[in-house]
């Protein structure tokens, strides 16, 4: 069947614009996790969404990021205000449902660079 | 707080050959899962084995294979009959009751013809 798909693959954007990344999980996956891997950080935890319960948002970094999941589905990772340091990938994963034993299946990943 | 630490930045290995990547973990708990993620220039993270801490017996996917020490909080991964397909940066990764997982820096693992 068909796994994550992100979008879009690259964005490029100016130092102080907003950008909205997408996730669309596997079908019947009520667990969604965003990542972010960067040169420096490697990869960290940002945010979870299970079902309807509110999200783990312990990972984000600052209060330019978030994230919402409508309709228990797709997800969107939003920065306002862009800075360099926000340069990195990021990445998205999917699992059945939340607990210990469930694998997360990732998607390729958004690159994005902030001039 | 969990870590995990892969003392090996880079690996190479020659087809057809076997190589072992490293993992060491420090945690507190007793229930928790690793795995091993493998990720090629196309940066799609692709699950290559996974080992629950409760089973002594050590997991294997056809040519993966891991050496899961528990006292010692060690997670090695074995890769058998090394293919060129197998080139990519390998991933440790940690899981306890928290959802999030949480990675090593990683190990970039070339393969030689």
């Known amino acids: 069947g068909a796994g994550v798909s992100q979008s879009p693959s690259n964005k490029v954007t100016e130092k102080g614009k907003d950008v909205e990344l997408r996730c669309d999980p596997i079908?019947?996956?009520?667990?969604l996790y965003w990542y972010r891997q960067s040169l420096g950080q490697g990869l960290e935890f940002l945010i979870y969404?299970?079902?309807?319960?509110?999200?783990?948002k312990s990972g984000l970094p600052s209060d330019r990021f978030s994230a919402e999941r409508t309709g228990g589905s797709v997800s969107t990772l939003t920065i306002q205000r862009t800075q360099q340091e926000d340069s990195a990938v990021y990445l998205c994963?999917?699992?059945?449902?939340?607990?210990?034993?469930?694998?997360?299946?990732f998607g390729p990943g958004t690159r994005l660079t902030v001039l | 707080a969990q870590t995990v630490t892969q003392s090996q930045p880079e690996m190479s290995v020659q087809e057809a050959e076997t190589v072992t990547l490293s993992c060491t973990y420090d945690t507190s708990e007793s229930d928790y899962y690793l795995f091993w993620y493998k990720q090629p220039p196309s940066r799609q993270m692709i699950l290559v084995i996974r080992q629950e801490a409760y089973k002594q017996q050590n997991a294997t996917e056809n040519r993966f294979s891991v050496n899961f020490q528990k006292a010692a909080k060690s997670f090695s991964l074995k890769i058998s009959d090394s293919q060129l397909g197998d080139a990519a940066m390998y991933f440790c990764a940690y899981r306890s009751r928290s959802e999030k997982l949480v990675f090593g820096k990683g190990t970039k693992l070339t393969v030689n013809p």
């Open positions: 994963a999917s699992s059945t449902q939340a607990g210990s034993t469930d694998t997360q299946y």
């Open positions: 079908s019947g996956h009520t667990a």
């Open positions: 969404f299970q079902g309807n319960s509110a999200p783990d």
